[in-house]
């Protein structure tokens, strides 16, 4: 690889390397250390063609839910199936890996600019900016920006567009899918929430369980397929359709936060004994 040598949105590749390698050696600790990140279904990415990938997931955090997708995705390409053990899998990570992010997030301070570099796709959210509801038209540039990014590789969105569970999942999500015709990968990840800040920079709780799930492609009919349908497909797979309130009684919810106190205290005591 030519030192010199640039993707679609003209990042150099050499530097590029460098940030997921640096970034990624100094974030291995929050998902193996801190925490425990139990990952299901990694070994399909190894069978994922090189571009046209769309991963669909819920969102948590805005920073550490997609810094362990990159955790995650480079270790499985490397061999390791479920598996994030031994962060030499990021000395030659794959480059052409892309999610989708607001603009607005990504220019505030140096470090989101970092991880900018990384892999960005920055949009103007449609429906939200500043804090504020708007309501403006999508920007077509955003769209090709997002065209351009599978035409190249993989490409990681959070189609709620928050960070909040059981929001609706945005329309454009769907025209893109129609649009570029990509094969589409739903992740299920939770626990993220618990263990960070909303920025997913600041460590807020240690041992808590975190988990992602890998599923199989989505079963999706470009052509002639309704964006309704589609988006109904997408929220079941990521486990956000308003049907899951109704089968996730607040006493379960309960029992999994109490589980979580228990495994810090467990934690905590094993520490103690091994001062």
């Given at each position: 690889m030519g030192l010199l040598k640039k993707n679609p949105f003209g990042h150099y590749l050499f530097l590029k390397k460098w940030i997921i390698r640096i970034m990624g050696g100094m974030t291995h600790q929050r998902y193996r250390g801190f925490n425990d990140l139990q990952i299901e279904g990694s070994s399909i990415l190894k069978n994922l063609p090189d571009r046209n990938v769309l991963f669909v997931s819920n969102h948590q955090t805005y920073f550490a839910d997609v810094v362990a997708m990159y955790h995650v995705f480079n270790a499985s390409l490397s061999g390791r199936d479920d598996s994030i053990k031994n962060v030499g899998y990021l000395w030659d990570p794959k480059l052409n890996i892309y999610y989708v992010a607001a603009a607005e997030t990504m220019?505030?301070?140096?470090?989101?600019?970092?991880?900018?570099?990384?892999?960005?796709?920055?949009?103007?959210?449609?429906?939200?900016a500043d804090g504020q509801n708007v309501n403006r038209q999508v920007k077509m540039s955003d769209i090709s920006d997002i065209g351009r990014a599978l035409d190249d590789g993989w490409v990681i969105t959070f189609p709620q567009g928050t960070t909040k569970p059981w929001k609706p999942i945005r329309k454009g999500t769907a025209f893109i899918i129609k649009k570029y015709k990509p094969i589409v990968i739903p992740i299920v990840i939770d626990g993220f929430r618990r263990s960070f800040d909303k920025k997913g920079i600041r460590i807020k709780k240690r041992n808590i369980l975190q988990s992602m799930v890998i599923k199989e492609p989505l079963d999706i009919d470009y052509d002639t397929e309704g964006v309704d349908s589609i988006i109904e497909k997408i929220e079941y797979a990521i486990e956000q359709h308003p049907s899951f309130l109704k089968v996730i009684p607040e006493s379960e919810i309960e029992a999994h936060e109490s589980l979580n106190e228990k495994r810090r205290y467990s934690a905590d005591t094993n520490k103690d004994k091994d001062l």
């Open positions: 220019k505030k301070g140096f470090l989101p600019k970092i991880l900018a570099y990384a892999g960005s796709i920055s949009i103007d959210r449609t429906w939200r």
